[in-house]
């Protein structure tokens, strides 16, 4: 039964989001339910395609992303892949009319990470619009439920708060980037020449973003609020604790925020919606 695979697929999203990343997961569950399967099967996507460029090494990176590449196409083409996570996907393109030029934005900033390279401001720019914008964009296309005029009314500030995400996991994961994957974003960024001015102009940058993207949550449809809502305050005080840390430890480990304190900000998101904070 046709039902009982997309189902199936849909269950597949869920799990790749849980299993992978329990602050999405968490945000998430603070959409309304209408929301959740179609915000699971985005997340799939964008996480398997991540993975190809990310963690793949033994294999031919560029044929493994080329193929998925071909593979998406064809799914929305067709409406029905074979592969769980595009069948899922494809359904959530058709049903809310995700613009494939979005899509096809990420994948090329996809294939920007096959290759070691170091970033001006121009591709800086350009990959934040693939690895970022557009998938903040994707998700809008389901909050506002194809209301063509409240997505052109809040795109900016859905890019923005998705540019600011960005970033901020850059910083978070400067050492690992640069480490294991040979990356490094910041335009013109040497990591000999990193320090704390350079540290605080990217932090200047980052707020900016936050600042434009945090006038779009509070505008967003009440089903969705509360969801990007926690997601904000996450990234935030991911922000705040980076912000106090020193250049030695980012150079040397991955700044997290444990368990215990993602529930507290999920608790006083949740408290401050109740009351109308947001």
Known sequence: MKSLFDSISQEMSELTTKRYSTSFSMGIS??????HKPIYSIYGF??????IVDSFHDFDKKALLEDFKNQTHQ???SKISLNPILNSFQWVVNTYNIPMDLINTFLHSMEMDLEKQD??????????????????????????????????ALKPSAMKLGSAFQKINFLRDLSTDFQELGRTYFPGLSMNEFNAQIKATIEADIE???????????????KARLGVYLAYRYYFKLFKKIKNTSIEK???????????????????SYLKNRINKI
């Not at 900016?208 to 009440?222: N, T, W």
Request: hydrophobic share 40%; charged share 35%; net charge positive.
């Open 75 to 77: 799914a929305i083409q």
């Open 208 to 222: 900016i973003d936050f600042k434009a993207g945090y006038e779009g949550i509070k505008k967003l449809p009440k």
């Open 30 to 35: 603070l959409l309304h339910k209408d929301l």
């Open 119 to 152: 970033y001006d401001k121009e591709t800086y720019d350009k990959y934040i619009l693939g690895s970022a914008e557009v998938v903040g964009l994707m998700c809008l296309c389901v909050f506002v439920d194809g209301n063509i005029k409240e997505y052109e």
């Open 46 to 51: 964008v996480r398997f395609s991540d993975e």
């Open 250 to 268: 980012i150079l040397k480990e991955r700044i997290r925020i444990p368990n215990n304190k993602k529930i507290g900000i999920l608790m006083m």
